[in-house]
């Protein structure tokens, strides 16, 4: 019970974080409501607000004629502004659906309040792009210093969140993007329920409360977390731009998707204003990483598909909604284009030169592909479903579900396609033959799936269970949602791994000990460089490594003891005294400590040393 306890419970600055991050999420909701009007899905208000920010900072900051603290202010007016226009409106800044849905699901949202960052891509790329912006007040450039971040270039959407989060609370708050995250989910819930609700005939008249029961709610959180196939923790409450992605995508799939039907019942008004919402949900995906330009392509072209095929749509029709879905998108597209350009040429994941794109791999490739699918049954299972149907709507589409197959279907062979180019253009040939992170990269189409499940399995509901059984199931669903995240707190602090622990607190130790002049290298031969990761992270302010050495260094004592000279270190920081090493520094240490060295006329001398923490049974 105290291991729960503990879990569920976090410390006071972790408090003031979420507090802040509450404000933030009130904030962008208003912003959303206020631009986009009645006729919306109202859930999705704090995308849209976030998307207006996420244009807003960038704009402006690529000039980089002002700090991103007086565009904060700006932000901050606009959304006070906001909340009083509601207010003449008396309209509430926040839904209905929202605060039920985060009251729900408030065990879970503690839990995730109370983890700290332990992810790779968390320590090398997206918390160090935040806390850049925190500190420097600006985006990276040329003549500012240089982000520490392995990929620079990225989209700062996320870090945008961390940002506006910290400067509420007064200090960095690194598990902003993960409670951010988790509120994304909350909303993709919330849509899902909204489809499945209109594929029953469901109405607000029917339920009360805007058609927002407290059972409903219930089961918008189920469906975005514990149904959703590619919902994984330790992508989900992280700083990862993963989950965003999915969320974002979904937003605008659906969006596109509403805007069709719209069209073919010869609701002019509907299908702009679902237009518009649609391209503050493609900013915000645009916000996020660059590859996700491919994803909103994807959908722009399911969409044309759907419309030539559907003899109840016209293809002029669509085209009149190009400028409100996709005028501000790609706009800020550009923008960041351009910036990074001028200023940040060496930041991003790049594609290898054309004469050494591995076509011949392509067969063993796609093997290694189907392996890994094989083993995700739940969502590779969903998604080829939604394409055996998207290929019986292209022969003859007849209703709003055919167009929604076409759209989820024709997303994941576009974007599996996509995949399948870049391992052969981008990736290393060792990264290729393994698929590096098939999986996670499928996880941005795993909002579409759930929108396709929600609308298509109400939709079998209706048919085929409703008319002989009406099971009153929303108790159930309030109390899943409430007990799940108490009784599995324990498993879902994943952050709480005794080595994601001391690699942390060892660094912020040795950071104490040294100063920026001093030259460290990293040793750790029996990893792969995740933990030096963290602690390259956690030294910031102090020493910078200048070397990591892994696993895949090698354990050669002379190799080892050449590839130290050459970087002419004054300390070195060991994990494990395994024989290679002390061979190669020519030094004897006890076992079970990690050792500070220094580098003395005489050789190497132990400065420092830390036990280990206990191995995890």
Not at 188 to 213: I, K, N, Q, S
Not at 316 to 324: C, G, K, N, V
Request: hydrophobic residues 55%; aromatic residues 10%; proline residues 6%.
């Amino acid at each position: 019970m105290t291991a729960i306890l503990d879990a569920l419970t976090p410390a006071l600055a972790q408090i003031a974080g979420l507090g802040a991050l509450l404000v933030v999420v009130a904030g962008f909701g208003a912003l959303g409501a206020w631009v986009t009007g009645r006729r919306r899905i109202a859930e999705a208000d704090p995308v849209y607000g976030w998307a207006l920010i996420i244009a807003l900072f960038t704009g402006v900051g690529v000039l980089r004629v002002v700090p991103f603290t007086v565009i904060a202010v700006a932000a901050l007016a606009l959304a006070v502004a906001a909340v009083a226009g509601l207010a003449v409106r008396r309209r509430a800044p926040v839904t209905p659906a929202l605060l039920r849905i985060t009251v729900l699901t408030l065990p879970l949202v503690l839990t995730v309040a109370a983890m700290q960052p332990s992810q790779w891509d968390e320590f090398a790329n997206w918390l160090p792009n935040a806390r850049y912006l925190v500190e420097i007040d600006g985006f990276p450039g040329l003549g500012l210093p240089p982000d520490p971040s392995s990929y620079p270039a990225y989209p700062y959407g996320l870090p945008l969140v961390i940002y506006l989060v910290s400067r509420i609370a007064g200090h960095l708050v690194e598990n902003a993007a993960a409670l951010f995250n988790l509120f994304l989910l909350l909303v993709l819930g919330l849509l899902a329920v909204r489809l499945a609700r209109e594929a029953l005939g469901r109405t607000a008249a029917d339920d009360g409360h805007e058609g927002w029961t407290w059972g409903w709610c219930a089961l918008g959180a189920l469906a975005a977390i514990a149904l959703n196939p590619t919902f994984v923790t330790k992508i989900a409450f992280t700083a990862y731009a993963d989950t965003a992605t999915a969320v974002t995508l979904a937003l605008a799939a659906a969006l596109g998707w509403r805007a069709l039907n719209a069209l073919a019942d010869d609701r002019a008004d509907d299908a702009r204003a679902n237009a518009w919402q649609m391209g503050l949900a493609a900013t915000a995906l645009l916000g996020l990483k660059q590859v996700n330009l491919v994803l909103l392509a994807a959908l722009v072209a399911t969409l044309v598909l759907v419309t030539l095929r559907d003899p109840a749509l016209r293809l002029r029709s669509l085209a009149r909604l190009a400028i409100p879905a996709l005028a501000l998108p790609l706009a800020l597209y550009l923008a960041w284009r351009y910036y990074v350009v001028l200023n940040i040429p060496q930041g991003e994941f790049p594609f290898r030169p054309v004469s050494d794109w591995s076509w011949a791999l392509i067969p063993d490739v796609m093997g290694r592909m189907a392996r890994i699918a094989s083993k995700k049954g739940g969502y590779f299972g969903l998604m080829i479903v939604a394409t055996v149907f998207a290929l019986k709507a292209l022969w003859r589409p007849r209703s709003p579900f055919d167009r929604l197959a076409v759209i989820a279907g024709g997303i994941f062979v576009a974007y599996n396609g996509f995949l399948l180019f870049i391992y052969i253009a981008a990736f290393a040939p060792h990264q290729a033959l393994g698929a590096l992170s098939y999986w996670r990269y499928n996880m941005h189409l795993g909002g579409v799936g759930v929108v396709f499940a929600a609308y298509g399995g109400a939709l079998l509901w209706r048919r085929h269970v409703a008319p002989r059984w009406r099971p009153r199931l929303g108790w159930l669903a309030v109390t899943v949602v409430l007990v799940a995240p108490v009784t599995l707190a324990t498993k879902i602090r994943f952050d709480l791994n005794p080595r994601y622990l001391y690699a942390r607190s060892t660094a912020e130790s040795i950071a104490q000990v040294l100063n920026p002049s001093d030259r460290l290298v990293l040793v750790d031969l029996e990893d792969d460089g995740q933990y030096l990761v963290i602690m390259h992270y956690a030294l910031h302010g102090s020493a910078t490594p200048l070397l990591q050495i892994t696993a895949y260094s090698g354990a050669d004592a002379n190799e080892l003891r050449a590839t130290i000279e050459r970087a002419h270190p004054s300390h070195l920081w060991l994990y494990r005294p395994v024989p290679a090493i002390e061979a190669a520094l020519d030094v004897r240490l006890a076992p079970g400590s990690s050792y500070l060295l220094r580098r003395d006329d005489g050789g190497w001398t132990s400065v420092q040393a830390w036990p280990h923490p206990a191995r995890r049974r």
